[in-house]
């Protein structure tokens, strides 16, 4: 059974750093495409990154380049999210997705407070 487990959310200072990590379980990991999605208060699901299978090419949103970093380690089955100089905008619950399907892990809260 796929899981995706979240970890590494919290409470930030503007200018501060993150940085999210997804375990993964019960699939082959290494033959599939993650992204990190996010739902900030009383807003919809907004997409943030996503990388291919073996993390050859990785993709965001305008509003978060430069500034996040995703990458991948299939040896150990986890995507991570790198986020450096937050901002208020970026809180949200930021969710792992295995591309293609409805595979959701549970979520992971990240407030960015001063």
């Known amino acids: 059974q796929e899981q995706l487990v979240e970890s590494g959310g919290g409470l930030a200072l503007p200018g501060e750093s993150l940085r999210l990590s997804c375990q993964a379980s019960?699939?082959?990991?290494?033959?599939?495409?993650m992204s990190w999605v996010r739902q900030a208060p009383g807003k919809g699901l907004e997409w943030v990154s996503g990388?291919?299978?073996?993390?050859?090419?990785?993709f965001y949103r305008d509003s978060v380049k430069g500034r996040f970093t995703i990458s991948r380690d299939n040896a150990k089955n986890t995507v991570y999210l790198q986020m450096n100089s937050l901002i208020f905008e970026d809180t949200a619950v930021y969710y792992c997705?295995?591309?293609?399907?409805?595979?959701w892990g549970q979520g992971t809260q990240v407030t960015v407070s001063s």
């Open positions: 019960g699939f082959t990991f290494s033959r599939h495409a």
């Open positions: 990388l291919y299978s073996d993390g050859s090419d990785q």
């Open positions: 997705h295995l591309e293609g399907t409805d595979y």
